[in-house]
């Protein structure tokens, strides 16, 4: 019985040629610039419906999200407890002003501080193809002139207390 149960199975078996290969999901995201300033061209469409930005994440990790953020005006300032923000200009310029007090200073979140502008600081001008730390816990307001736009793409990381 064994040998005629073995050869019915061998008979039934989908795999006979051996298993398939397993195929895991790809675990890398790929974003290419075309991509990603199609997706900007419709976050410049929100933007100028709303208040002059837009933003959306594109994937959440574990320790880290990476966003896509367009703005045609300044922002407020702002500090992150435990993230670091990476930005990545893929298109446009603007004025990244680091370091200093963040003036009017409010609590919106947890870890999360925002004001009407920062005392102090350094300013640096970004251009498409800059890329910029901001490490958690620093205050950093991204100015844009009224003429100009920046499209970035921003890496926050979460960093160790």
């Not at 702002?78 to 298109?91: K, M, N, S, T």
Request: proline share 5%.
């Amino acid at each position: 019985m064994d040998l005629l149960s073995g050869k019915i199975l061998k008979d039934v078996n989908l795999d006979e040629a051996g298993p398939k290969p397993h195929r895991p999901k790809n675990p890398v995201d790929h974003w290419s610039p075309a991509v990603l300033l199609e997706r900007a061209a419709y976050l410049r469409k929100m933007a100028k419906h709303g208040d002059g930005s837009a933003s959306e994440t594109l994937r959440e990790y574990p320790q880290h999200c990476a966003m896509l953020s367009f703005r045609s005006r300044s922002g407020e300032a702002e500090v992150h407890e435990r993230f670091a923000d990476l930005f990545c200009v893929l298109a446009g310029k603007a004025t990244l002003v680091t370091g200093g007090v963040v003036a009017g200073a409010r609590t919106v979140a947890a870890g999360e501080t925002r004001g009407t502008g920062i005392e102090g600081g350094v300013r640096q001008t970004l251009r498409a193809g800059d890329l910029a730390h901001v490490p958690a816990g620093t205050p950093h307001r991204m100015l844009v002139k009224e003429e100009d736009t920046i499209t970035c793409l921003v890496m926050k990381v979460q960093e160790a207390v």
